[in-house]
């Protein structure tokens, strides 16, 4: 994908809005990290993180320790690994709106030293900003000298006047933040053919304004994409008038999380965005994998709840993963 390969791709939602989501081939990656291998659609995988209720990760558990349901239902976990050292695709999302002008040089440093830190010789990550439109900085690539270089290139994109520069240009429907339809670009045309471990981080203070995707239809592409969602809310209350804005609110990022798999995390006084990074490293690097091929054996593209247990354990920890998947033939 070229540089503007986003922005053609928001000039033509109306119509992908239309049309039906693939589900994403389930992928088994083996104890092997040089070997990914793809299996049947109907093998469910789910990475996810443990936890002590105080927050500390857990990292040494076993097969036996987890039960997992469907819908309700136990099923059996046919394959189970630590993903520690694993394949990982990260898309790093950065709002660049109006509102954020005072945060991009922070923002800059700190997502550097994160792509240094995280990155291993077998990972990918890509960047993307966003404010009145999206715009795809750096494609997919290892290398931290080239996601440096297109750091260098976030700017302010905001339109203070109500109208959009963007491809449909209206006073009555003006693109502040097109955050909903980032999220959508970045987990279907970015993340959905992609293999193994796959997050999306998103640095933003959760205002949308102008997108034409909702925040469901972005919940759901990253579902299919098989796509864990990190919110960092990062907030300059100086552009709110050093007040609390009325619609400003987290809740939108924590929808988007809690059902992926991720997690907000907030700057504040207490957490830099440096530190916020750090613990979204650890956490990638403290994953585990479970598969499971369900007992339901129908693909008619529902929605299916699952949960992961630690039966021996329930009170003292708690399990972060998705809350489900559609069960879609669609990719055959």
Known sequence: MNRG?????????????????????AVLIAQDPDKVLKVDVDVVNLFFTVREKKGQLIGNLNKDDF????DGKQQTIKYFTRESDL????????????????????EKHAASQFFSQVLRPKDMAFL???GT???????????????????????VSSDVSGLTTGPVPTASHPRGTVLYDTVYVAAHDEL??????????LITDGIDQGSRYKNEQGIEAAQRADAIIYSIYYVDYRAYGGGIFGGMSDSALRKMSDETGGRVLKVDNKNSLQNIFDQIQQELRTQYSIGYTPTN????????????????????????VRKGYYASNASR
Do not use: C
């Not at 039960?67 to 469907?70: D, G, L, S, T």
């Not at 394949?87 to 922070?106: F, K, M, R, W, Y």
């Not at 959905?192 to 981080?201: D, E, I, P």
């Open 128 to 130: 993307i900003s966003f």
């Open 192 to 201: 959905a053919n992609q293999v193994g471990r796959k997050a999306l981080v």
């Open 87 to 106: 394949p990982l695709t990260i898309g790093l999302l950065v709002d660049v709106s109006g509102s954020q002008a005072n945060l991009i040089e922070v």
């Open 297 to 320: 054996p129908s693909s008619n593209g529902g929605y299916r709840h699952v949960e992961i247990r630690v039966p021996q354990r329930e009170k003292e920890v708690k399990v972060q």
């Open 67 to 70: 039960a997992v349901f469907e």
């Open 133 to 155: 439109d999206s715009e795809l900085l750096q494609d997919y690539t290892n290398s931290t000298k080239l996601l440096k270089a297109g750091l260098e290139g976030l700017r």
């Open 5 to 25: 390969r986003i922005s053609q791709f928001m000039r033509i939602l109306p119509l992908a809005a239309a049309g039906l989501l693939l589900a994403p081939v």
